[in-house]
Structure formats: structure tokens, C-alpha cells
């Protein structure tokens, strides 16, 4: 039975996965938490919290809320800088058996590709996930994710500074979410990601203010996913490059639900918080219906659910 | 840190709206320190969401296999759902987690307001057990939302303050804090952030070590989600993994923020 997707057809390296499953960028923080829990090595990849030029302290409390269902979370980017981060923790991650894709977030357009230009060469880095979609800082972030034309001109610029494996991580937060998959992939993404979180709110009634610190936070969780789904099929039917499902997904159930729409590979992150244990049960759960389906390669499954 | 399905042995309103659920979790209560918390799931499926930060509350060495026992209050859907489980139930709990208490003497004052006697409990079986002597400040609003003394360690010196006056001193903990603090080398305090700001302003527990446990509200609770990130003298501090006690004079109090 094979599980092993590639992420990175067209690139040169490649990013090979040997299953689809993988952490989501802001959820696993830099990998160590869940090492100590979970045998991270079976995973298909782990994916870090987005990184800065600049250490970052975040937004103020409140950041999180629970909604039904769901989490609405602002945290503002909070991360220790790209240097801790190539001196402190990509030493660690180059004795791991699991590759490691490193979310990148710039205040500009030239930040993105600097970022990209210091993780290069960088052992127990495998790829680079250009962050254009968080919806909680004032500069950069979402911001560079609703224009095709920016997005394209971010990606170019990190693609022009690295031969890592480089995937874009897109906002639902906008009118037609393929046209700025189409830009991105024409500006030379390997992969696409999607989605990041959807913007929200909450008024805390007794004080009668936004409950969060910043008044706007992400929505994540069981809640999003038949948004993210259908961005999912929508998308992967617009661009020829693999695509990375994200958004709510809990269960091999829901992982199968992404391939089928056609996701090559799928993030999970809300999930795994709750349940540590969740990407790994994924992965068996996905080996178990193969075994009962007969289905010898995962890739058999890649948007089988489309109509014709 | 250790995620296991522990079945619960009992679970009952030992105060108004305040449970207290015991459950043998060996591979946990073995690992954990006064302080320490667990992060309880508190639904079968996806609502409520995420888990529940608990204090361990007291942990029973004697019993086989090894006790844990959670003391919470009942303030939302999920506290509610943990109270309605059952003797038989399983809970899925994700601990020990965070940094407790750390003791460097052998005279200890503890000050709990309200639920905060939650992880106080603990440390004051642990110490005792190692001959330290303990005086413990219960407050609450009246009488009947007071932790039962009974339930307390023996060997424990207790003094009692209820906001209306129906036990002990009328009027907050820290009302009785200036006149015990000259007794203690440590003071180890557990309640709302409104008696940790009256603490902090006391002259008489100026210069000494006074440690807190924190709240906030946690996504994850092992240092991953950055979600309950407090500002500290020494740069920004994750409530779940390096507190959730913390030095009394490391917070930083909204008051005291300057600007916006």
C-alpha cells in the first residue's frame, strides 16, 4: 500500500511525504511540544509557525475563544525571529526523520524574499510555506493574500531567492479564492495550501466590547470545513499544481473528504491540539480504508469526487 | 505529559457549583507536582471544542492504582458536561502540564481565594508530609462556599475570611495577609487576578517571594497554540508552559501598562 504523496512535482528537489498528513503552520509550534507526546516521525510533515525577520511578541489577551464548534484565535504572529530559529531549532529538525516546512510571514514584499534567501542551505529545512493569509497583523499577512497581483509578486520573490520546495498558503477572506491560486501557481508555487483561517468575531455582552484583544480573530476548526472543502475542489480544478487541504479536519473521515476533493496532502491543526494523537489516528484511519477499499496508492483517491 | 483515558471513581458537588471528581490516572498523578494542571477533554465529539484547564487538586500515593483528584467549578458547557459524568465515565485528560509551585522552605503561607484552594490542596499534603509547617488564608463570600475543612490535611493551621462575615474574619484573605506574613518564608497564592493586584500593592509582602498560579484561556495547553502569552518582566510568558505559576512581581498588571 502506498501512502507517500509528492508535494513538489516541478521542482527540482522535491518534497516526497510519506503519507499525507501534516501539522498546520501556528498549531504545532516548532515540533518539539508534540515530539514529546506523539512519534512525530510518523507523520507526513510538520509544518512551523510562521516565521519573521524580527522577533514578534503578538497581540494582546484576549487571543483565543471558543465558538461552537470551532476556535477564533488572534495571535499575531508571535515567533522568535528567523535566526533563533535557523541557529535553535533547524539543528533539531535536521535529526529528525520527518521533513519540516518552514511558514514564512513578511511585513513586505522584499521581507518575504530575505526570509526565503536565509533559509537556504539551512539543514533540516525541506520547504517553505509563504504565509499570506493570517488575518491578525496590521502589516502583511491576509493583506498580501486578497490582491492576485501581490500574492504572484510575494511568490516570485521568495522563488527567486530559494530552491526549497515552496507552497502557498491562501485566505479564504476573499471574492474568488482560484484567481489568486492561478496567480501564485503562474508566479511559480509548487504546491498551494488552503485555507487559512476565516476572519471573525465575538462581543463579550457584559462588558458590551469585541472579546478578543485585537477585535477580529481566525476562525478554525470542525466549523470551517465545508467552507474550506468546497475551495478545495473549486481550487484544485483551477491550477495543475498539488494542492494541501486544510480546515477542520479531525478524522480520517474528513481527511478522505479533502483527497477526494481533490487535496494531494492534507494540514491538520485545531484537531491536533485537542487530540494530540489526531494526525496519527488519521494516518491509520486512511491505511484502513485502503486495506478495505483495495486501493493500492493514496493518489488513486485525488479528486475522485469530482463530477465529470 | 502523558494523554490517557482515566475512568472516574467519583464526581459530586462538594461546594455550590463546586465538583470534585477523583480518577486513578497512575501514568499522570505519578509525573505531576503541586501546581501542575491537566487539560481535561469535555465532549464526546467537537462541542465544546477544546479542552478544559484543571488544576490537579490532590494526588493520593497511598491508593492503587494511584489517585487524582480534580476540584473545578461548574462555569460554562464543558465544566458542565465534566460534572455530569459518572462513577464508570472515562475522561480523556492530557498532563501533568506547566510549572507548579517551587518551595525553598520549611515555613509556608498559602492564600486561596474562592477555587483557587484548587491546586493548594497539594502543595499543602506534600510539605506537610515533609514536616514543613503550613498556615493556610481560606477565603470565600459566605460560609457555605468555603472548602470543607474536614477535607484539609491534618497538621494544616487554618484561618478563615468570608466577604459577609457568616465564618471567620469578615472580609477578603488578603485582609489577613499582613498579619501572617511575618511567620511565613514563602507565600503561595491561588484566586482571582483582582486579589493578586491587591497582593501586589501590600507593603507587607514586599521583598518577600510570593508565587501565583495564573489563568487564561488556553487552545492547547502544552505550548503550541501561544494563545495564553502574558506579559512578564522578563518578556512575554505561556500561562500553560512556564507558569502557570509565576514570581507575584514578574506580572505585569493591566494598570500598570502605559499608553493606549
Partial sequence: ????????????????????????????????????????????????????????????????????????NSIGLQNVGVDTLIKEKAPIWSTWGVPVIVNIAGESIAEYGELAHRLEGVAGVSGIEINVSCPNVAMGGMEFGKSPEIAAAVTEAVKSRTTLPVMVKLTPNVTDITEIARAVVEAGADAISLINTLTGMIIDVSTRKPLLGSVSGGLSGPAIKPIALYMVYQVSQAVDVPIIGCGGIASADDALEFIMAGATAIQMGTATMVNPNAPLEVVEGLERFMDSEGINDIAELVGVARLP | MKQVLATVLSNSEVLPDIHLLCSPAPEIASESMPGQFVMVRTSEDHDPLLRRPLAIHRVSPLASPIQLALLFSVVGRGTKWLAQCKEGDEIDLLGPLGHGFRVQSRHLLLVAGGIGIAPLVALAENELARGAHVTLILGAPTQDQLYPAHLLPPGIELLVATEDGSDGQKGMATDLLANFTGKADQVFACGPVAMYEVMSSQTSIKGRSVQVSMEARMGCGFGVCLGCAIETRQGMKLVCQDGPVFELEDIIWRGEKGGD
Avoid at chain 1, 503519507?19 to 504545532?28: F, I, K, L, Q, R
Avoid at chain 1, 507526546?37 to 516565521?51: F, H, M, P, Q
Wanted: charged share 20%; hydrophobic share 40%.
Fill in chain 1, 1 to 72: 500500500m502506498n501512502l507517500s504523496v509528492e508535494l513538489a512535482p516541478y521542482n527540482k528537489r522535491g518534497l516526497q511525504l510519506k503519507n499525507p498528513v501534516m501539522t498546520a503552520s501556528g498549531t504545532a509550534g516548532y515540533g518539539m511540544e508534540y515530539a514529546e507526546l506523539v512519534d512525530i516521525e510518523r507523520l507526513g510533515a510538520i509544518v512551523s509557525k510562521a516565521i519573521t525577520l524580527k522577533p514578534r511578541c503578538g497581540n494582546p489577551q484576549i487571543r483565543l475563544a471558543e465558538t461552537a464548534s470551532g476556535l477564533l
